[in-house]
Structures are given as C-alpha cells and as structure tokens.
C-alpha cells in the first residue's frame, strides 16, 4: 500500500528585473512523493487501573489498521522475556477510541506495548505505556451476621487462590485450609468484643484482599426499658448500647454527654421520637440508629432554646427519616458547635413547613455531611442564617428539593456572612420540580442566596435528570464544577442507590457503600 502526496508548485513572473527571467505559463508540476512502507503505530495510548486489577489501555482508532498486537510485561519498560498476556484487536471502528482491558495480579508494575498490522506493510513501531495494579480486594462484603462479639466469619471469592490471613491487632496468621479455599470463607475464632479488626487475605506474599469490622458490644439497653428514663438516669458520658427492637423516646431533652448507639449496624434499633437540648452539652452521639418522627414531629434535633450549647453532635451510621419539616432546626438562640454526620440515610422527610438543615438564628461552628444519602423529600437543603463553615462530601442527592412550594429556595442558601461553602464529589439525580404554577424549584442556589463573604469550594460534582438545578444563581454547571452523568443506579425506588457507571466509581463519587 502507498500513500502518494503531491505538492504543485508553481511560478509564474513576468516582470522586468536586473536579472533576466523568462515568462512560461505550463511549468510542469514538481511532484514530491512520500511512500509508506510501515503502519502508522498507536496513536494516544493509555493505560487506567480499574478495579484494583484490571488495566484499561486505550488509543486512538485507525480505519487503515487490519488488527492491533497488544503484549503485557511484568516489569517498568524493559520488555524481557516473554509476555505475561498478548492479545490481538481486529474490530477496528472507523473512529473514536479502542479500549482493551486485562486482568492481572495486584500491586504489580505492568508495562504495556501495542502495535498495528496492516496487509502490505511492516507492522508498525511499538507504542507503550506503564501502569501499576492495586492492591486486590476479593473479599465480598461482609454479613452483618458474620460478626459477632468473639468471632468473625470472612468470605471472598470461592475457589481463588489464597493461602492466609493476617488478622491484626495481635499480628496473628491464621493458614487457610483446602476446604476453606474451595467454599471461599473462614471462621476467625478467639477475638475480643467491641474491638476494631483488619483482616488481611494473601496469596503467599501478595494481598488478594483487605477487611475491617467491630466485633460486636455487649447491649446495656433492650427495648423492654424505658429509653427516656435509662438516658435520665445515666451519668455524664455514659455509652448506652441499644439491643435490637423499638424504643419510644418521645420528645427527648437531653441534659449530658451521652452516645446512644445500635448493638448491631445490620439490625438498627428503632428510636421514635426528637431530640433536643436545654442545657450546656458537651457531646452528643448518635450511632447505629434508626431514627423515626413517624409524622408526628418536626425535627430531629431542635436546639432552638436559647439555653441549649450543645459543643459536638455526631450522627454516625444512621438513618432518618419520617419528620415533617427538618433534620436540624434552631430559630433562636441555642448554639450548635460542630455537627458531624457521616454514612447516613437521610430520607422521606417533606419539608412542607422547614428546610433539611435548618438554622434560622442561635449559632454554629460547622455542618459538615460526608458519605451518605437524602432522598425523597426536602424543601431547601440547607438554610444557613448564621456564620458557619459548611461542608457536602461525597453525598449522594436523589430526588431532594422535591417540596412544591414557593420557599424551596434549592440546595443551598447561606446569608449569614463569613462562611464557607465545599461541595465536593457529590452525585445530584432527579432533584428539583417544576411546581403546579409552573415555576421551577430545585436550584443549586437562587440569586442573592449565598452571601458574597462566603468561601465557596465546589470540585468534581456530577448531575443526572435534575430540573431547574441550573436556573436561579448558577446557570452553567461549570460554574459548580459539576459533570452530567448517569449514576446507572440498582434500584433507587427501592433504597438502592449502588452506581453501576464505572467512571463514577474510579472517581469515588458519592457514599462508599454505593461503590462496591
């Protein structure tokens, strides 16, 4: 195959000079002849680490190319000896990208090569690139019921090859039988209740797989005592274990350092009623807990009385939902400090006459909600009044700011001066709606609702089917950093939000528990 390239050129002058020329009108034609001997090699290769293991390479496709040669070396570009893997690509598309992904062993430095082979040529030069594996992780997800208060039960992939486990604390090396191997589990007997563990797989020295978990407490509370009256009569930082079961709290002031938590994250207790504060509190957390209002109250948390200082609230490993206006309100003068909530389930809550976090006076150090989930429901997420610093980490927002009503101001308000603001790597699906006037609701923010002293952080945000997200203050998603992409959810009418888009999961976007 030749590839022929003429180059006319032409020079007609007729002109007196010092130097005599002549005039002619049919120069003929000076041809400059390029042949192609070799393909042209892979243009724009790259390689991207998916899954722990699996190389991603891709490049530019080329129509001329009959088929592309593609070999694997475990080494940093040397390519001695013999390949671990070769593969051939002929489907060659007429356009776009050819992406070719392999499977390989962890924590290993790969080099990568790939050439194209065309009928009549030499094959092409090598084009080559260089990745590392991640560790692996064939650990499957662990059943809430295989952790108990002196054992564990961890599973991987039946039949890979594995030969140990490393459990710490303690550095102590448990040898996996052929049995264990086969049926991909092993009973780690002999530990310590309400301790932390790590359990670490190995193929030999390689690490197939990493696991933590907390063996379980011993329960203090059933849901034969009265909750109120145990919590009254518990001391300054008292940690109350809750057993599996309901508890009817009511409405709850809570006068003292305390953590409230669930025996068991996988079989939450139910706790029906609100909480609130009415005198200075150091901490206050909340973890394991299903938290219910059940209709018949505002708020979770109200600290609107002016006598309510409450230094830290920790919400932890939660859900909530049932309350009619509010996660979080104040009107006056009580004061919130830091309120962390993290890997929590934030649902059904209408906002019919509030905002999600609502604070309207008081004060506030900071709000910061990381790794968890508000859906269905919410008139404006954050209504922020006051001076706070505020932060959305790594949330996921499926069908918020859903409250026909003309105070849904969107996501986020913050008039209360120096603050600030970070929206970071958070996914935002079906928000919004368009009201039964035929206004729009469901804005990141309306004009003149984050006040100019604010410090705004936005970076590495995605947005799928969201009415009137871009209306109102901010009007071009580059504005937030943000990227339109379907999150591809499992079920979500359903409470399962687990992303299926790969990209959106190697950016770790949104909750953890929604990317395994």
Partial sequence: ??????????????????????????????????????????????????????????????????????????????????????????????????????????????????????????????????????????????????????????????????????????????????????????????????????????????????????????????????????????????????????????????????????????????????????????????????????DDYGQMFNASASECNLGTLTVQGCEISGYSNNILYSNSGGTYGDIIISDTYIHDIPGGGGDGFDFRGGAVGSLTLENSTVANGIRTLLRMQVAADVAFRNCTFYRACIADNSNNRGFFRMSGGGTSLEVSKCLFVETGIEGSGGAIYGNWSQAGDISEEVSLNYRDNYYFNTIGLWEGEYTDPGEVDATEANPGFVDPANGDFTITNQNLIDEEVGPSRWRQ
């Fill in 1 to 294: 195959m030749y590839t022929r390239i003429k180059k006319f050129t032409g020079i007609l002058l007729c002109a007196l000079s010092l130097v005599p020329m002549a005039c002619k009108d049919d120069i003929d034609p000076v041809i400059t002849e390029l042949t192609k001997s070799r393909a042209f090699a892979p243009v724009g290769l790259e390689a991207r680490v998916r899954n722990q293991v699996d190389i991603e390479l891709s490049w530019t496709a080329n129509p001329d190319v009959d088929q592309y040669v593609i070999e694997f070396f475990q080494d940093s570009l040397r390519f001695s000896g013999d390949p671990v893997s070769t593969a051939i690509v002929d489907d060659i598309p007429t356009a776009g990208t050819i992406t070719y992904t392999e499977s390989l062993s962890g924590e290993t430095r790969y080099s990568a090569r790939v050439r194209a082979v065309t009928e009549g040529l030499e094959e092409s030069n090598w084009a080559i690139v260089t990745a590392r594996t991640d560790a692996e992780q064939i650990f499957l997800p662990l059943p809430g019921e295989n952790v108990q208060d002196t054992y564990a039960t961890v599973v991987w992939q039946p039949g890979s090859e594995v030969t140990h486990l490393l459990i710490v604390p303690g550095n102590t090396l448990v040898q996996i039988s052929a049995a264990q191997v086969a049926a991909g589990e092993a009973r780690i007997d002999g530990l310590s209740g309400a301790t932390d563990y790590t359990v670490t797989l190995y193929n030999g020295t390689k690490r197939r797989g990493t696991v933590t978990f907390s063996t379980l407490k011993e329960a203090n509370v059933t849901a034969n005592d009265d909750l109120s009256s145990v919590i009254d009569a518990s001391e300054e930082g008292a940690v109350l274990i809750l057993a599996a079961g309901t508890y009817n709290l009511g409405g709850k002031e809570i006068t003292k350092s305390i953590v409230i938590e669930g025996q068991k994250w996988y079989d939450m207790p139910v706790i029906i009623g609100q909480f609130s504060c009415g005198t200075p509190v150091s901490s206050i957390t909340l973890r394991y807990l299903n938290i219910q209002g059940q």
